[in-house]
């Protein structure tokens, strides 16, 4: 039976690209490719022909040979010897495993090296206070965590000696194991991926090449972080088993409540009481500022509960910039107690001379309320 043209089999031109002829050759494959039909006797045989068709036109010497000689370039033994499956086409095999299988066709080490297994990232929770968000500080804390073994510097190994490579895989962390006309690796049974096996281990660490201890870090706290503000302190997590590297250490901020002030973003609230004559007559007040200094607050007469005094540039820092937020204080007006005899009497001199615009608001409240109730005795 006589072969098709390998530019026919790869459905590509004789002036194709190398990048061109690997992308027609990748759809292919994973199109013909054995275990997406399984039992198909036709798709194994073209996956073959492509396979040959492939190694032959991806490798530039013998790719010349074919356009000079056609298929006879490679008859009893011709230049270049008949197509088979190199070291290179293995490789390029791995990549299309990996879009069957993901990951787990390959070692944990990838090609060439041994696997250092990762440090876990670590969490720390730590309180501040509202004038600690303000201003910034530089907080010590205190971690129980994994530090490499200082008796054998992360090893694992008993002081003395070291780690041999694995005599299963070589020392690469992958094995690979043949199935037909093609390879598959896979993580080394034997040492997990790392490459390495220890004889005999360190007795400080049990083999893992780190203990638990504690330490003591600084943290630098910004001015304007917020509740929930996360800090990241890289490398400064759990270290990675046999000298891998080490995680991350997480930082996450909670606020105390403040007596005084509550926070929204950058903004301060702050509830204050006056007196029944301040809300009255009109007066000022100071009120301190987390800045360390005091604000004056003038209330005009005639002031009602709830009343809102804004004051600029007197909040929050905003975190990782110069913009400020704003201190905003709502009064609540405060109604006399424990009256004397003769305050009991001025009060109700005062209540004597007192009209409807001395008290709009209740007087236009029960007027309403008045013809609300006169409907109803007119509808019934």
């Known amino acids: 039976m006589s072969k098709r043209d390998y530019y026919e089999v790869l459905g590509v031109s004789r002036t194709a690209t190398e990048a061109e002829m690997k992308s027609a050759f990748r759809k292919l494959a994973m199109q013909y490719h054995p275990d997406r039909n399984p039992g198909d006797h036709e798709a194994e045989v073209k996956f073959k022909e492509i396979n040959e068709a492939y190694q032959t036109l991806s490798d530039a010497q013998k790719r010349a ?10 008859a009893n033994g011709g230049p270049g010897g008949g197509p088979g499956f190199n070291g290179d086409f293995s490789d390029f095999m791995s990549d299309i495993f990996e879009n069957f299988f993901g990951d787990a066709g390959r070692g944990r080490g990838g090609r060439g090296g041994t696997a250092r297994e990762r440090g876990a990232d670590m969490r720390y929770n730590l309180e501040i206070t509202l004038d600690e968000a303000f ?3 530089t907080a010590e804390i205190k971690i129980p965590t994994a530090v490499t073994c200082e008796a054998c510097s992360g090893s694992g190994a008993k002081p003395g000696s070291k780690p041999r490579a694995c005599p299963t895989c070589g020392g690469v962390g992958r094995v690979r194991a043949t199935q037909g006309f093609f390879s598959i690796e896979r993580t080394c049974p034997n040492c997990h991926g790392r490459g ?3 004889d005999d281990p360190c007795a400080s660490c049990g083999g893992a090449g780190r203990v638990t201890r504690e330490r003591t870090l ?3 706290i910004p001015a304007g972080v917020e509740d929930g503000t996360r800090i990241r302190l890289a490398g400064e997590g759990e270290a990675g088993l046999r000298g891998g590297p080490p995680g991350d250490l997480y930082i996450f901020l909670s606020l105390k409540a403040h007596p005084f002030f509550q926070r929204d973003g950058a903004d301060l609230f702050c509830r204050v009481p006056i007196s029944m004559v301040t809300a009255a007559l009109g007066g000022e007040f100071s009120v301190p500022t987390l800045g360390g200094t005091e604000a004056l607050v003038k209330v005009p007469e005639g002031t009602q509960t709830g009343k809102q005094f804004r004051l600029r540039g007197k ?7 110069r913009d400020v937020g704003d201190l905003y204080i709502q009064v609540v007006v405060e109604t006399p107690q ?5 305050q009991r009497e001025l009060l109700m001199e005062f209540d004597k001379e007192c009209s409807k615009e001395n008290h709009p608001e209740s007087s236009g409240f029960f007027s309403r309320f008045r013809e609300f109730l006169d409907g109803l005795g007119g509808s019934t």
């Open 65 to 74: 040979a074919y356009d000079r000689y056609g298929h006879a370039a490679f």
């Open 135 to 137: 201003h910034g500080k």
């Open 196 to 198: 390495e096996v220890i």
């Open 218 to 220: 600084s943290v630098n």
């Open 315 to 321: 909040g929050m820092p905003v975190l990782r910039s």
């Open 338 to 342: 424990k009256l004397t005899k003769r």
